[in-house]
């Protein structure tokens, strides 16, 4: 199986945030358990760096576009890196072969008689990079997105005959019912579509900062133009030497602010130039700080560098998927972040693993224990166990990256239990117990590597350490899910190591 996964590349107006982190690392998720799971994966992620907006920035520090985007483009690729996100490529939209690569995608839509030059005013949203209709302003006339006030511009612009795929559009998505998910974005999307599709203006002639048009070079493409075609421009430069076009069609992720551009928008263009519509679209919700959408607009942002360079990364990757279910919208603090991190993290997995291997080394000199026929009472424990590896494989499947935490959790919470039941402190005083404590011990690795295993796509460091101090093998193949199973348990020795997680040192 293929599967190739996109976040949305990003703006580089101002700095990358705790917004961006979350779609990344939910795509990254998804990489590294198709990877798991043997699937062909490539994993997309980038910059968007035209338009009027980033010409905006740039000219408010006093540099100039391109001086701009070539010192904010490494922010996000730092980000990219400190998330320890397992892209393959890392597109920038002022990358030569993507401009080129643009330019032609645009002739294709021209030579299938869908370009249509006209004028056209309206109501701009720059930080949308968009038009808006009056009727869909807040109250006060501002953009629902960014509460700032449009401003009215007209130019005489290049169309692109949208309303011509309206028919093609809605069969499309009768036909596929689920190629955009939450179910709510897809009846978002396609009431958008039955409600009537106007025309859009797809080239701007009032600024200068992006792609000419290929037929016009007095006009730039339209940045989101531009912007969403990277998602197959990409795959004809990111391996030189490799024409990777065949990994198209594409699963994107992206929160619901930019669903018209993704669901309607980007098929209507690939029908016209030729390509078939996405493999699917998953829709995430908004990270919320104090009940608002977090944004660099509002100022209201967490600084993902911040957190990751105090608590580490693992820590704020559980966190955001945990604690908001993938696909609603959900409040993030600083004080939940610490609750999950010490109940959870420290104590819950953090300790299970810490007093598994300190027993290990206590009563059996550091050595799991072979299967013995005491093994028989730990039947339960692995076969719960195996199901929620299964479990867990269903819910990413479906893109429910928070239900797949919880089948784990509820696991690590079952081993936690079983200390409690067996003690094994009590075990080790009797020497007839002795077949029971080795199955016991056997029994917590094994669940542990399980979860190690499943909790990899989220929290990889994290899941490497674990395998690494019980003893199991942790390179790519070994990591595989069709090793996931209770008895590839490896008899090894453990390592005792401080505490995965460490308590947190106020005012530090
Ligand atoms: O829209 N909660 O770029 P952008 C969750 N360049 N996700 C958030 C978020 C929040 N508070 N804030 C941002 C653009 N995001 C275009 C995309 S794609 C062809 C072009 C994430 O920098 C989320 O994925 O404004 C959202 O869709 C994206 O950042 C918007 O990033």
Redesign the pocket.
Known sequence: MRYYVT?????VNAEP?L??A??TVAADILARYHRQKGDEVFFLTGT?EHGTKIAQAAEARGCTPREHVDQMAPKFQELTRTLDASNDFFIRTTDPQHEAFVQAFVEKLRAAGDIEKRTYGGLYCTQCEAFWYERDLAPDGTCPDHGIKPVYLEEENYYFLLSRYQDRLSAFFRANPEWVRPKSRYNEALSFVEQGLEDISISRSSITWGVPVPWDPEQVIYV?VD??V??LSALTYARPGEDLSGLWPGFH???K??LK?HAVIWPALLMSAGYAPPAGEFI?????MSGE???KTRGNVLDPFAVIATYGLDPLRFYLFREVTFGQDGVISMEGFEQRYTNELANELGNLLSRSVSMIAKYRGGRIPQAGPEGEVMTDVAAEGEAMVRAAGAHLDAVEITAAIESVWAYVRRLNRLVEEEAPWKLAKDEAQAGRLDAVLRALAAGLRLVALTLYPVIPGTAVEILRRLGQPHGDVDLRLDEALWDRLEVATVEVAPPLFPRIERGA
């Not at 976040?7 to 703006?11: D, V």
């Not at 995430?284 to 919320?288: P, S, V, W």
Request: aromatic share 26%.
């Open positions: 976040t949305p590349i990003y703006y945030h917004g961006h979350y779609t968007d989101w912007a969403l990277n998602y992720f992206m929160a602010d930019i551009f995430h919700g908004y990270l919320l959408k977090m944004s």
